[in-house]
């Protein structure tokens, strides 16, 4: 009887092991683009009667999207997803004299080198990969802030409140992802909200 118990336990770990998911580049990027889904649809919904202009914004909005996509995954691909205890990455939005500004950025387990994915001051299409450090080069000060409150070791002291300490003149929106013990969570900080983190 207490051989087949054991039998049983076995086959049980080993089953949840073999079917335990891979963190993958995918997995990553899936709540980013379930949300950009949802917030897509929305915002053509309000457009419906012209067509025109929601075939425009459909192609503009996705093609931002995709490249950031798919420059996040060029400044993810060589991060061993396994031997680190937590990433974040936030993406930052926000208006300036020369239209939308786009900035992303790669932390890694409380590390202080980290990658900056900056959008071409020449080309509003083109992103530039650069590896920084935290104690060497100047940091968004709002990046910086929403770093700092989702990097917390105490997850109940994470700020779900931070109009008081974001500059919201430019009105930012901050999408942020958290990989933390193979799981991964989507939040997002914008005026809409009044820059509350919403947990997607």
Do not use: H, W
Not at 8 to 26: A, E, F, N
Not at 53 to 70: A, C, H, L, Q, S
């Amino acid at each position: 009887m207490k051989i087949g118990k054991i039998i049983l336990v076995l086959i049980m770990i080993t089953s949840q092991l073999g079917c335990s998911q891979k963190l993958t580049l995918d997995l990553i990027n899936t709540p980013s683009k379930k949300y950009f889904s949802k917030e897509l649809k929305q915002q053509i919904e309000t457009y419906k009667d012209f067509p025109d202009m929601v075939k425009d914004i459909n192609d503009r909005e996705n093609m931002y999207f995709n490249i950031r996509i798919e420059n996040r995954n060029k400044a993810l691909k060589d991060i061993d997803f396994e031997s680190k205890k937590i990433i974040i990455i936030i993406d930052k939005l926000r208006s300036s004299y020369s239209g939308l500004v786009e900035d992303s950025f790669v932390f890694t387990d409380n590390d202080d080198v980290y990658t900056n994915i900056i959008q071409s001051a020449d080309d509003e299409i083109v992103r530039i990969i650069k590896k920084k450090n935290l104690k060497l080069d100047n940091v968004d000060e709002d990046v910086l802030k929403v770093y700092q409150n989702f990097n917390s070791k105490d997850v109940e002291s994470l700020n779900k409140d931070l109009k008081k300490q974001l500059d919201v003149i430019s009105t930012p929106v901050f999408y942020v992802t958290v990989i933390k013990k193979g799981k991964v969570k989507y939040y997002t900080i914008d005026l809409e909200t009044g820059y509350k983190v919403i947990e997607r």
